[in-house]
């Protein structure tokens, strides 16, 4: 039998490898999850939930708990700093595509721990720091602590730096993009200042680019350092500060919440699976998180393979397993790390006249409801879904 009675093994307690356990559990198969830190990361991350994503989540009440600690934007928009000019996004047109015709703005840590709640006690293994995995002909193995795991499938969700990618031999193709951003969150009310701002804003402004993304009690503020600044020099609150004002000046010294500085890069395995062990999200793919997408496209690597699993559980041919990579490795190249890319070359433009040029055909699209829509099923994740459904 191709599905033992050893439990399916999860390497990660991420979004990713959570949602791959959960659904595991919901649908009768035992899954484990081995994480290397002693609890969720609280780590500033993703902030964006897409519509498809809310719609999995609907029907275990996963997704109301979310909205209830999160924030609901229906629009979102490109602008122009500082005549506040700007394409706005409405999703209401999705209306007839999905149950949640908005973003929603929310911490990522909140869906794992949403997640990590309706797991059966003892899934979670914390402080279980993975080092080695190994396949045989009936099952896997990975190695804790000198300590032999048996399992019968093994996934690993275990992030960008995936030790179970490596051991599947796979190649993370792809570059290092060469800008460094920093992200911050502030109570500073830029809604007062700024005319007619979203939920979520990608802004130009002389020389550079910045975004502003709302949740319920502050705004999550992305800048990049100025030309000669090193990221240590960037990351430093006066820097920060004096990015802020040159901004608004009316900003002054805003409060720093948090802050953070990371690099982005635009990768995908060259396979996701080797006989038993598989890969998901981060550890599968890696893309710019404008337009935020990385979460949620992990996410739907992770039903799309629990659904596998139980149809191969429910006596189906292993070799189905096979259209895990056919339908998800091609949404990760052509639509996840292709579309973060085409936004962040579009946000890099510098030069005025191709920035207004860009953004009156954006406003075009914005005032066309059919255009709208099609942008919109395209940026919101659900057109690559359901192409990935047809494969
Ligand atoms: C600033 C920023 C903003 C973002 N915004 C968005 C957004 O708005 N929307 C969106 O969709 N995406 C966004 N993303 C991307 C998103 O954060 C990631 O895609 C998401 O966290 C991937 O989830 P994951 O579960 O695959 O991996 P991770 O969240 O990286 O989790 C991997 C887990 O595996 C554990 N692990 C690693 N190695 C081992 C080991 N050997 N043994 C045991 N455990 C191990 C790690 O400790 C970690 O907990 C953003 C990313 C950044 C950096």
């Known amino acids: 039998m191709y599905l033992t009675q050893d439990p399916i093994l999860i390497v990660g307690a991420g979004p990713v490898g959570l949602t791959l356990a959960w659904r595991l559990t919901q649908l009768g198969l035992n899954a484990q999850v081995f994480e290397a830190e002693n609890k969720i990361t609280d780590q500033l991350r993703a902030s964006t939930f897409h519509p498809p994503t809310l719609d999995y989540f609907d029907k275990s009440g996963i997704t109301a708990e979310l909205i209830a600690a999160g924030k609901i934007t229906p629009t979102w928009q490109i ?7 700007r394409a706005e996004f409405d999703l209401s047109v999705l209306n007839e595509d999905t149950a949640h015709p908005y973003r ?131 990351l430093e609150d006066s820097a920060i500060r004096a990015q802020t004002r040159e901004v608004l000046p009316q900003a002054e010294d805003i409060d720093i919440v948090e802050k953070r500085i990371y690099r982005v890069h635009r ?54 397993l096979d259209k895990y990579e056919t339908r998800r490795r091609p949404i990760a190249c052509d639509d996840i790390v292709a579309q ?13 006249a191709k920035r207004y040029e860009y953004l009156k055909s954006l406003q075009d699209i914005a005032a066309d409801p059919i255009k709208a829509r099609n942008f919109l099923l395209r940026s919101s ?11």
């Not at 570059?175 to 460094?180: G, I, Q, W």
């Not at 962040?344 to 030069?351: E, F, G, H, P, V």
């Not at 994740?381 to 494969?391: A, D, F, H, K, N």
């Open 381 to 391: 994740m659900i057109e690559g879904l359901r192409r990935s459904e047809m494969l």
């Open 104 to 234: 929603l703005q929310c911490r990522q840590e909140l869906l794992a721990r949403a997640l990590a709640a309706r797991l059966p006690k003892d899934t979670i293994h914390f402080s279980s720091s993975i080092t080695a995995v190994s396949q045989d002909k009936d099952g896997v193995s990975i190695i804790l602590n000198d300590k032999v795991v048996r399992g019968s499938i093994l996934i690993g969700c275990d992030g960008a730096r995936s030790i179970v990618r490596k051991a599947i031999g796979a190649v993370f193709e792809g570059e290092t993009y060469p800008e460094n951003t920093i992200l911050v969150t502030t109570h500073f009310p830029f809604e007062d200042h700024l005319d007619g701002l979203s939920g979520v804003n990608y802004i130009w402004k002389p020389g550079g680019t910045y975004s502003l993304l709302r949740l319920p009690d502050l705004w999550r503020i992305s800048l990049h350092p100025t030309e000669g600044q090193t990221p240590e020099k960037a």
């Open 79 to 85: 602008r122009m700093h500082t005549s506040g000019e």
């Open 267 to 320: 990768r995908v395995a060259t396979h996701y699976r080797k006989n038993r062990i598989f890969i998901a999200g981060d550890a599968a793919h890696l893309n710019s998180p404008k337009g935020g997408m990385g979460m949620n496209g992990g996410i739907h690597d992770a039903w799309c393979l629990a659904d596998l699993l139980m149809e191969v559980a429910n006596g189906g041919d292993p070799e189905r």
């Open 340 to 352: 973060a890319d085409k936004n962040r070359a579009r946000m890099s433009i510098k030069n005025e």
